[in-house]
C-alpha cells in the first residue's frame, strides 16, 4: 500500500483472517488476494481457504485452511475476499481444490466418510458456505467483524432451503457486505440484509498499479473455459476464428484466465490451434503459457482486443480501456449489465466476429478510471471499518444480534421443513386430495424449538466466554 495508507498509525494492529479461492490457480481469485494484501499492508494478515494449498509459485504464500486457525487463534475480523460465492458449495471447492479424480473418490464415500474426511482438513465445525465462514461458530472469534467485500450472492435464491437459510444467516451477521452486481444487490434487498453496491475490487488496479503511456500491441487474447469451448464444439470454435475476418487481421494468442480444474485448459487449446493451422497454415495463432497473475494482467493491458468467458479478463480491459467482448456467462453478464454495458456481451462464438468488429469501433470512454476510483474507495471503507473494530471492539448489541440471526434462521428451518414433510407427504398420497396447510407437524415443530433452544443457549454460551 502507499504511504498514508489505511493501515498506517492504527492504535493496534488488527489481525485478520482472509478468506478466499486462491488455494487454486484461478486469476481472478489470485488478484483477490494480491490487491487485498495491498490494501491491508501493515495489518497482521493470514490469507486462508476452505483446503490448505501451497501456492508460492503463483502467489507467494502457502494457504493454510481457515477452519483450523479459526478454532484455535482469535482475529479482529474475517474478510471474504470477493468472488461469487452465494450459491458455492463445499462439492465444487473440494473439486477445484483437489481434481476430479480424488472429487469422484470423495462422493463415491458414504456420507459419514466424507463428513470425517472434511472434518480432518477443515476442522470440528462443519462448513456451511466455502467461501463465508460463520465466525460466531467458533468461540476465539464470536466478537470478530465480519467483512464480506467484492462478492456475487445472486446464486443464493437456488439454493435448497436449508442451505440458503444456512447462507442467510451467516450474511446476516456480516458487520460489512459490499455485492458487485445488481442482482446480487436485489437478492440481498428481498431478505432485507444490509449491503453496498460496489464495482469489483479488481477495478482498482486502474488507480493502484497505473500502467505508463504504451503503444498498444496488434494481438488479440481469445479466452474460454474447457466448458465453454466443449459447449460449442471444438470444431465449431475453431471454425468462427477460421469465419472471422476480424480475427483474421490479427495475431491471437490463446489465453488462460486459470488452468484449476473446470477452468481452462491448455490442451484443449491445442486442439483449437492445431485445427486453426490445419484449415489455414499462414494464421497467426499461439497459446500464451503465462500463468504469473500480474504477466496475465499485463498481457491484457497491453492487447488490442479481449475476448473471453472470464470476468476479470473484462474488468482488467476495462480498467485499461481495452476493447472487449465477454461469452454468455450468467455472472458476466450480470456484471456487465451493471457497470460495463457499452461493450459487448452475452454472446456466443457465432456472434464473436460481429462483436469483435463493433467493440473496435465503439469511442474509448474513462468508465475504467471511474470504476477503479470507485472500488479503491470501497476497499479504503472497507479496511477503515476493520480499523475501527479492532480499536473500540464490538457493539454492546452484538450478542444480542448474533443470538437474533439464529432465532431467525431456525425459525426460517422450521418453515421450510414443514414444507417439504408436506409436499413427502402429498407426492406419496395414493390419490389427488384437496391439500391441507403447510403446518409443521407438531411433534416435527417440538423437537426444532428444542433443538433451537440448544443452539440458542451455546450462542449464548460461546458469547459470554468471547
Same mark, same amino acid.
Given at each position: 500500500?502507499?504511504?498514508?495508507?489505511?493501515?498506517?498509525?492504527?492504535?493496534?494492529?488488527?489481525?485478520?483472517?482472509?478468506?478466499?479461492?486462491?488455494?487454486?490457480?484461478?486469476?481472478?481469485?489470485?488478484?483477490?488476494?494480491?490487491?487485498?494484501?495491498?490494501?491491508?499492508?501493515?495489518?497482521?494478515?493470514?490469507?486462508?481457504?476452505?483446503?490448505?494449498?501451497?501456492?508460492?509459485?503463483?502467489?507467494?504464500?502457502?494457504?493454510?485452511?481457515?477452519?483450523?486457525?479459526?478454532?484455535?487463534?482469535?482475529?479482529?475480523?474475517?474478510?471474504?475476499?470477493?468472488?461469487?460465492?452465494?450459491?458455492?458449495?463445499?462439492?465444487?471447492?473440494?473439486?477445484?481444490?483437489?481434481?476430479?479424480?480424488?472429487?469422484?473418490?470423495?462422493?463415491?464415500?458414504?456420507?459419514?466418510?466424507?463428513?470425517?474426511?472434511?472434518?480432518?482438513?477443515?476442522?470440528?465445525?462443519?462448513?456451511?458456505?466455502?467461501?463465508?465462514?460463520?465466525?460466531?461458530?467458533?468461540?476465539?472469534?464470536?466478537?470478530?467483524?465480519?467483512?464480506?467485500?467484492?462478492?456475487?450472492?445472486?446464486?443464493?435464491?437456488?439454493?435448497?432451503?436449508?442451505?440458503?437459510?444456512?447462507?442467510?444467516?451467516?450474511?446476516?451477521?456480516?458487520?460489512?457486505?459490499?455485492?458487485?452486481?445488481?442482482?446480487?444487490?436485489?437478492?440481498?434487498?428481498?431478505?432485507?440484509?444490509?449491503?453496498?453496491?460496489?464495482?469489483?475490487?479488481?477495478?482498482?488496479?486502474?488507480?493502484?498499479?497505473?500502467?505508463?503511456?504504451?503503444?498498444?500491441?496488434?494481438?488479440?487474447?481469445?479466452?474460454?473455459?474447457?466448458?465453454?469451448?466443449?459447449?460449442?464444439?471444438?470444431?465449431?470454435?475453431?471454425?468462427?476464428?477460421?469465419?472471422?475476418?476480424?480475427?483474421?487481421?490479427?495475431?491471437?494468442?490463446?489465453?488462460?484466465?486459470?488452468?484449476?480444474?473446470?477452468?481452462?485448459?491448455?490442451?484443449?487449446?491445442?486442439?483449437?490451434?492445431?485445427?486453426?493451422?490445419?484449415?489455414?497454415?499462414? =494464421?497467426?495463432?499461439?497459446? !500464451? *503459457?503465462? /500463468?504469473?497473475?500480474? $504477466? +496475465?494482467? #499485463?498481457?491484457?493491458?497491453? &492487447?488490442?482486443?479481449?475476448?473471453?468467458?472470464?470476468?476479470?479478463?473484462?474488468?482488467?480491459?476495462?480498467?485499461?480501456?481495452?476493447?472487449?467482448?465477454?461469452?454468455?456467462?450468467?455472472?458476466?453478464?450480470?456484471?456487465?449489465?451493471?457497470?460495463?454495458?457499452?461493450?459487448?456481451?452475452?454472446?456466443?462464438?457465432?456472434?464473436?466476429?460481429?462483436?469483435?468488429?463493433?467493440?473496435?469501433?465503439?469511442?474509448?470512454?474513462?468508465?475504467?478510471?471511474?470504476?477503479?476510483?470507485?472500488?479503491?474507495?470501497?476497499?479504503?471503507?472497507?479496511?477503515?471499518?476493520?480499523?475501527?473494530?479492532?480499536?473500540?471492539?464490538?457493539?454492546?448489541?452484538?450478542?444480542?444480534?448474533?443470538?437474533?440471526? =439464529?432465532?431467525?434462521?431456525? !425459525? *426460517?428451518? /422450521?418453515?421450510?421443513? $414443514? +414444507?417439504? #414433510?408436506?409436499?413427502?407427504? &402429498?407426492?406419496?398420497?395414493?390419490?389427488?386430495?384437496?391439500?391441507?396447510?403447510?403446518?409443521?407437524?407438531?411433534?416435527?415443530?417440538?423437537?426444532?424449538?428444542?433443538?433451537?433452544?440448544?443452539?440458542?443457549?451455546?450462542?449464548?454460551?460461546?458469547?459470554?466466554?468471547?
Amino acid at each position: 500500500m502507499r504511504e498514508g495508507g489505511p493501515a498506517d498509525g492504527l492504535a493496534r494492529v488488527p489481525r485478520i483472517l482472509c478468506v478466499g479461492a486462491y488455494e487454486r490457480d484461478n486469476f481472478g481469485d489470485l488478484l483477490f488476494q494480491l490487491i487485498t494484501a495491498q490494501y491491508l499492508d501493515g495489518a497482521d494478515v493470514v490469507f486462508a481457504a476452505p483446503f490448505s494449498s501451497d501456492m508460492t509459485e503463483l502467489i507467494g504464500i502457502h494457504v493454510p485452511a481457515y477452519g483450523p486457525l479459526l478454532e484455535s487463534e482469535r482475529f479482529d475480523a474475517v474478510w471474504t475476499v470477493g468472488g461469487e460465492v452465494g450459491g458455492v458449495g463445499i462439492d465444487y471447492a473440494y473439486r477445484t481444490k483437489h481434481g476430479d479424480d480424488a472429487h469422484r473418490d470423495f462422493v463415491a464415500k458414504t456420507p459419514d466418510e466424507r463428513r470425517a474426511i472434511l472434518a480432518a482438513e477443515q476442522g470440528a465445525v462443519p462448513v456451511e458456505s466455502p467461501y463465508l465462514p460463520r465466525a460466531s461458530a467458533y468461540a476465539p472469534n464470536v466478537n470478530a467483524a465480519v467483512v464480506v467485500n467484492s462478492v456475487g450472492l445472486a446464486g443464493v435464491r437456488g439454493l435448497p432451503p436449508v442451505r440458503k437459510a444456512g447462507v442467510l444467516g451467516v450474511l446476516r451477521e456480516a458487520t460489512r457486505i459490499a455485492v458487485r452486481d445488481q442482482r446480487s444487490s436485489e437478492a440481498l434487498r428481498d431478505e432485507g440484509i444490509e449491503h453496498r453496491l460496489e464495482p469489483d475490487l479488481v477495478h482498482s488496479i486502474a488507480v493502484t498499479r497505473p500502467l505508463p503511456d504504451r503503444v498498444r500491441g496488434d494481438y488479440v487474447l481469445l479466452q474460454a473455459s474447457a466448458a465453454h469451448v466443449r459447449g460449442y464444439g471444438v470444431d465449431g470454435f475453431a471454425r468462427a476464428i477460421i469465419d472471422s475476418p476480424v480475427l483474421r487481421e490479427h495475431p491471437v494468442r490463446l489465453f488462460t484466465a486459470g488452468t484449476a480444474p473446470g477452468h481452462d485448459s491448455f490442451e484443449v487449446y491445442e486442439r483449437v490451434r492445431d485445427l486453426v493451422r490445419e484449415a489455414d497454415p499462414a =494464421r497467426r495463432i499461439e497459446i !500464451s *503459457r503465462t /500463468t504469473d497473475p500480474w $504477466a +496475465r494482467v #499485463d498481457e491484457i493491458a497491453s &492487447a488490442k482486443l479481449w475476448i473471453g468467458s472470464s470476468l476479470h479478463g473484462r474488468i482488467i480491459s476495462c480498467a485499461y480501456g481495452v476493447p472487449r467482448v465477454s461469452f454468455a456467462r450468467p455472472k458476466v453478464d450480470d456484471y456487465a449489465r451493471t457497470w460495463d454495458d457499452e461493450m459487448p456481451w452475452g454472446i456466443d462464438h457465432g456472434g464473436m466476429d460481429a462483436a469483435a468488429s463493433r467493440a473496435l469501433e465503439l469511442p474509448a470512454d474513462d468508465r475504467g478510471a471511474d470504476l477503479g476510483k470507485r472500488a479503491h474507495e470501497n476497499a479504503l471503507s472497507a479496511v477503515e471499518h476493520v480499523r475501527e473494530w479492532a480499536a473500540s471492539g464490538p457493539p454492546p448489541d452484538r450478542a444480542e444480534a448474533i443470538i437474533g440471526v =439464529r432465532n431467525e434462521q431456525w !425459525s *426460517r428451518l /422450521t418453515i421450510e421443513l $414443514a +414444507r417439504a #414433510d408436506a409436499a413427502r407427504k &402429498a407426492a406419496q398420497a395414493p390419490a389427488p386430495a384437496a391439500k391441507p396447510a403447510l403446518t409443521a407437524k407438531p411433534g416435527l415443530a417440538r423437537r426444532l424449538r428444542r433443538r433451537a433452544g440448544r443452539v440458542v443457549r451455546r450462542v449464548r454460551a460461546l458469547l459470554r466466554s468471547g
